[in-house]
């Protein structure tokens, strides 16, 4: 196990509901599951880099009223995020992320219909999933939600910025992914009041609520620094446009923030043209935190694909 980990089940008292699943390397990820346990179809909720699975919370909240009837909920920390176990070395890569998805579906949704929904960074498990595990997309999921993601070309954000601005950000970016890479403590930072600025900047649009940046910033500080630099080699690396073809022939969405820095509007369009029968989602004035920016309408999207499932 990592240096500076400590064991969850003794720093701190598991949210009711969670549970730490054991991945076959050995790996725990902490698993939520909500809603009816017999309902016809689960949704399977997948958090973006830095982020943690409450970053969903609205929209678990939301959905069973949305959909009108019952549905079972299942959304977990990815490794190095949250309150799972940091990720063993080389193995905070997207292509991991899509690995632990399958084990947490076989290990937790083992039969029935499924439905993914990925902000950002899950959002490219998704498609990581379809290219690793092109069987269980093909017999189990009937719907997908793209949300604030890429298929790729995110080696060199643009962030909105002029390109002389963006080079020395990204800059500064890899100089911080390379220190801590080499750090061994738990946390980027044992504080996050500092980091509100930036990241208000970096992840919201227009006129977020304090709290929702204030929370953002506790996801972000608490995440595995070793963790969080190789993700964000990983997301340089991650050029998944032709796996968009090997989704599933089943109703998606894809949403987007019209004031999204990371996956901004550019990255939308070129998924919506690999899935032309994809419906097309934008929301003026939405940065990337879509699932807190705009909770109500991810939900009735989300819902929307649900509702489709065979009864």
């Not at 997309?137 to 002029?162: D, F, K, W, Y």
């Not at 080499?182 to 227009?206: C, I, K, N």
């Not at 989704?247 to 999204?260: E, K, N, Q, R």
Request: proline content about 8%.
């Amino acid at each position: 196990m990592a240096e500076g980990w400590t064991d969850p089940l003794t720093a701190q008292q598991l949210e009711q509901g969670t549970r730490l699943l054991r991945t076959s390397d050995g790996t725990r990820l902490a698993v939520d599951e909500s809603g009816s346990p017999d309902a016809p179809v689960t949704v399977v909720l997948i958090h973006g880099w830095t982020l943690t699975r409450h970053t969903w919370d609205r929209v678990t909240d939301r959905l069973p009223a949305a959909l009108g009837g019952p549905v079972r909920i299942v959304r977990f920390d990815h490794r190095g995020h949250g309150d799972s176990d940091p990720s063993p070395e080389g193995t905070a890569t997207i292509a991991q992320c899509a690995d632990d998805l399958a084990e947490v579906i076989a290990d937790r949704v083992p039969e029935g219909p499924i439905v993914l929904a990925g902000h950002s960074m899950g959002g490219m498990t998704i498609m990581a999933l379809a290219e690793r595990h092109p069987r269980l997309l093909a017999e189990r999921v009937t719907g997908v939600a793209l949300v604030a993601t890429s298929s790729g070309g995110l080696s060199a954000p643009g962030l909105r910025l002029p390109d002389p601005l963006a080079r020395v950000f990204n800059a500064g970016e890899r100089k911080l992914r390379t220190v801590l890479a080499r750090s061994s403590a738990r946390r980027v930072s044992p504080r996050s009041g500092w980091m509100r600025p930036g990241l208000r900047w970096l992840l919201f649009g227009s006129g977020p609520a304090a709290a929702d940046v204030a929370e953002s910033a506790d996801w972000v500080a608490g995440c595995h620094p070793a963790s969080f630099a190789g993700f964000r080699q990983s997301l340089a690396e991650h050029e998944r446009g032709a796996a968009l073809a090997s989704l599933p022939a089943v109703p998606t969405v894809i949403l987007a923030g019209l004031s999204d820095r990371l996956c901004p509007l550019p990255h939308a369009r070129r998924m919506s043209e690999r899935l032309p029968e994809a419906g097309f989602y934008l929301y003026g004035g939405a940065g990337h935190m879509l699932p807190m920016e705009r909770a109500d309408e991810v939900t009735d999207r989300i819902a929307d694909v649900t509702r489709s499932v065979p009864g």
